[in-house]
């Protein structure tokens, strides 16, 4: 399973499909004109080309790929300030059968910036294709992070409203660097979060809460910064905090949760939850992203017996993970690869612990 964000896959007109590599794009074709019959009476050629697939590279390079070989010309990219650079020819290299071409730029782009490429596409028998496309500037050095705690139900109250404990998900930062770029995909409600650019450094913890009741001036703040006491809102954390802008359910006992990388699609961590007797998900949804976290060898099977058993977490008793000691030596000895999950990492704590350091004390009856 593969979702996109930032509007990846926004079409306006009619487009050729875009590949599942596209990322963090939108592709408007604005007019074509196609070439006459030839001479003899032959139907020519009066299909312009059209755009398979976009992707962004890295900060300074994107890639086109078109149904069939073409020229570019009139190529410029805009920021969203409306500052825009003209990109030289010499920056452009096609494939031998021309019908892929990587534009290079000048100018590096920002991380989480929203720019625009225009450029005149033209295959070789005349007809053309003004194209505009949409992305959003790469980050070249993604912070990798881990799951540590999550609280799956909340303590709601419903004459103060701001003063309910909502769910939240806490993540180790186990590499520094920008967050931009992944997102946390949850199962039974089909919801996401996609993370701001924001840096970070090895050894944070951020506290993603799943339900915002109010406004900045109530508490609710994103600390995108360096000062993490901005946050004041009920259970505000002494770590990095953020709110997702939603006041209703995310999360439940029986569900997969899921951190994607946009980029490559795939499951960097998660967890499955389920409580006992759970004979299998609900949701298709949920049944696509335990499948994503196999294929992306985050966890060993996508059944719900090898879910963490939750029949116990409350708003008080939150899902802990215990072994962060030994995720962080894994990631350091093989920091391209994901580190593998089980229930066995996990318990019930008896107590919630946003921010701080899990604690160890499993919930009994």
Not at 30 to 43: A, E, I
Not at 242 to 249: E, G, K, P, Q, V
Request: aromatic share 10%; net charge negative; hydrophobic share 40%.
């Amino acid at each position: 399973m593969k979702k996109i964000c930032a509007d990846v896959f926004r079409f306006i007109g009619s487009v050729a499909f875009i590949s599942s590599l596209t990322v963090f794009a939108a592709v408007a074709p604005f007019s074509c004109k196609v070439t006459d019959d030839v001479g003899d009476g032959t139907p020519s050629d009066s299909t312009p080309p059209s755009l398979v697939s976009f992707s962004v590279l890295d900060e300074r390079s994107v890639k086109f790929e078109f149904s069939e070989g073409v020229s570019l010309g009139n190529v410029s990219v805009s920021d969203s300030s409306g500052g825009a650079f003209a990109v030289d020819g010499s920056s452009i290299s096609f494939s031998e059968d021309k019908s892929a071409a990587e534009i290079a730029f000048v100018n590096g782009t920002e991380v989480g910036k929203n720019y625009v490429l225009r450029a005149v596409v033209s295959d070789f028998s005349g007809n053309s294709l003004e194209l505009e496309q949409s992305f959003i500037g790469f980050n070249s050095n993604k912070a990798r992070l881990a799951m540590s705690e999550l609280r799956l139900k909340q303590s709601a109250n419903s004459k103060e409203p701001l003063k309910s404990k909502v769910e939240f998900v806490e993540f180790c930062v186990l590499k520094g660097g920008n967050l931009f770029g992944q997102r946390v995909d949850f199962g039974y409600y089909s919801k996401s979060y996609e993370f701001p650019a924001v840096d970070v450094a090895a050894g944070e913890r951020v506290v993603l809460h799943l339900r915002k009741y109010g406004t900045a001036a109530d508490g609710f703040v994103d600390e995108l910064g360096s000062d993490l006491s901005e946050s004041t809102a009920q259970d505000s954390s002494s770590a990095r905090d953020l709110w997702m802008a939603n006041t209703s359910s995310v999360i439940t006992q029986n569900d997969v949760v899921a951190l994607v990388d946009c980029y490559s699609g795939l499951a960097v961590d998660g967890i499955m939850a389920a409580t006992a007797g759970k004979e299998s998900w609900s949701r298709k949804n949920q049944s696509a992203l335990a499948s994503l976290l196999v294929s992306s060898s985050v966890w060993a099977s996508d059944s719900t017996s090898s879910a963490v058993v939750s029949d116990n977490a409350s708003y008080a008793r939150t899902l802990s993970r215990q072994n962060m000691a030994a995720v962080s030596e894994k990631f350091s000895m093989n920091p391209d690869l994901p580190v593998p999950v089980s229930a066995d990492d996990w318990i019930i704590a008896s107590e919630a612990t946003p921010g701080t350091e899990n604690s160890t004390v499993a919930y009994s009856k």
